[in-house]
């Protein structure tokens, strides 16, 4: 039989911001792992291409790169 799994956060809908994927842990049991939002990135005001040499994080991750990674 299938093993029933919930989330673990208080949010119990299925939108974009709550995907999860199923994790088998060392003990045998399936859990929801959340799984954070792809990053665009950013892009060029004029033409929407990708400004190379800068990653694609989310907006919060820049805070944690140097000043010459983000530029």
Request: one cysteine or more; charged letters at 30%.
């Given at each position: ?44 005001g004029d033409c929407g291409l990708a400004l190379s040499g800068i990653p694609a ?15």
């Amino acid at each position: 039989m299938v093993q029933r799994v919930n989330y673990r956060r208080r949010l119990s809908y299925n939108t974009k911001s709550n995907r999860v994927r199923i994790s088998k842990t060392p003990g045998g049991n399936l859990r929801y792992l959340h799984v954070k939002k792809p990053a665009k990135g950013p892009r060029c005001g004029d033409c929407g291409l990708a400004l190379s040499g800068i990653p694609a994080l989310r907006p919060r991750e820049y805070t944690r790169l140097n000043k010459s990674q983000k530029s």
